[in-house]
């Protein structure tokens, strides 16, 4: 017998017993030694639930369906899931799938038979907790969005060959023309890799503690997203933007450390000055972050909520079950009209900034400033239609983006 199977057979053991807690540690030790063995997983999936681990049953049953897609246990525990969680509408739909896969299973058709009648129409709003986002469909999405700025490299290779560029030596051309092509070529790749880092930094932020807080309500083919919880949607952002900082940090704390060495070999007092004038400008730097962050995203959130006040739910294609969500592009006018809230914040921003510009520019005239805004607007409503278009396309082609979510 292998070590999988005498996991298996304790946990099996276990849960016979209701010790949850052990059958859950056994069956993990079993999926462990085996990731391949599917009875095993279709089992942790029933212990956690349980259990009350309601994430790692829906990860373990969504396995257990990998690897017995024809098992109808898997899609009948998924709707007794569903079904204790108050989601009748995705149990009903898991119990279905369980009965066409075993039709004589007197079981499964009482548990149909239990559920209450479907209501017509979209589920009532209610809020959610996005608590994982998986990070292969962000990274691809991020990867395809950038091969979109591919153009300017065109533009940008034009002016090198050309010799068009400012304070450029003939010397100097052949390096800045590989620098140009190697950045463009890598930044998807770079954005990509970021983007996956800060889905999975925020998983584990999440998974901790608690994510983004919004409300939205679901039909059968659509989505819509109604107001953000403003203090969640600060953390969100604080803990997603915190690696730059870290890395300001990692980088500038060591360059202060050598900084202070060379400088205090000739004069101690110069070098113990040099880092506490470093030291001060990184805990301004800080500061910086932190209150931009705060600021930024309490900004975005305000606007949004606003946006929703003013029009409405923002709809989505896609489909939600208990525990599962997926996106698949958003209504063109719906995202136009969200975008162009946040272009007329920016810009009302800058009409404030009129009066000191033309203090301090000569020349600077209000009209003029009038003028750049509004051609500003335009290229705002151009490049939000663009983008939308380009999302909505290549989030379908990736074949949509996908969180794990939970009633707040």
């Known amino acids: 017998m292998s070590t999988a199977d005498q996991y298996y057979r304790d946990g099996a053991a276990a849960l016979k017993a209701g010790d949850t807690t052990a059958a859950v540690k056994a069956l993990r030790a079993a999926v462990e030694a085996d990731p391949n063995a599917g009875p095993a997983w279709l089992l942790l999936g029933v212990a956690a639930a349980s259990g009350g681990h309601a994430l790692l049953a829906q990860e373990a049953l969504n396995r257990a369906g990998e690897l017995l897609p024809t098992d109808a246990r898997v899609p009948y525990n998924r709707g007794r899931i569903a079904q204790a969680a108050g989601d009748i509408d995705a149990a009903r739909t898991f119990y279905e799938q369980a009965q066409t896969l075993d039709p004589e299973s007197t079981r499964i058709q009482e548990a149909l038979l239990a559920l209450p009648q479907p209501k017509p129409g979209a589920s009532p709003v209610d809020w959610h907790v996005i608590r994982r986002i998986e990070p292969v469909p962000v990274m691809k999405l991020t990867a395809l969005l950038t091969l979109l700025s591919w153009p300017l490299l065109a533009v940008a290779l034009w002016a090198e060959i050309s010799g068009n560029v400012p304070d450029a030596s003939p010397e100097e051309r052949p390096l ?58 600060i953390k969100t952002y604080l803990v997603v933007s915190a690696p730059g900082i870290l890395l300001l940090l990692a980088v500038a704390v060591p360059a202060f450390v050598v900084v202070a060495v060379v ?133 379908r082609l990736i074949g949509g983006l996908h969180m794990t979510v939970d009633r707040a």
């Not at 800045?176 to 889905?199: C, D, E, Q």
């Not at 600021?295 to 975005?300: C, D, H, K, M, S």
């Not at 203090?359 to 663009?386: D, H």
């Open 176 to 233: 800045r023309l590989g620098i140009t092509v190697a950045l463009f070529l890598l930044l998807p790749l770079l954005y990509a890799l970021s983007n996956g880092i800060s889905a999975s930094l925020y998983n584990w932020y999440a998974d901790r503690w608690t994510g983004l807080k919004l409300r939205w309500a679901s039909s059968r083919d659509h989505l819509d997203f109604s107001f953000v919880d403003i203090g969640s949607a």
């Open 263 to 395: 400088s205090g070999q000739n004069s101690p007092l110069f070098g113990a000055s040099a880092v506490i004038i470093d030291m001060v400008g990184l805990v301004a730097a800080f500061v910086s972050w932190l209150v931009n962050s705060v600021l930024g995203a309490l900004a975005i959130g305000l606007l949004y909520n606003l946006a929703i006040k003013w029009f409405g739910p923002l709809r989505a294609a896609g489909s939600a079950h208990h525990y599962s969500l997926r996106v698949e592009g958003f209504h063109f006018l719906g995202a136009l009209r969200m975008d162009l809230v946040f272009v007329g914040g920016f810009l009302l921003l800058m009409l404030l900034y009129l009066p000191a510009a033309m203090a301090s520019e000569e020349g600077f005239s209000f009209a003029w400033g009038l003028g750049a805004l509004a051609v500003m607007s335009l290229l705002g409503v151009l490049v939000s239609a663009v983008s939308i278009v380009a999302y909505n396309y290549l989030v």
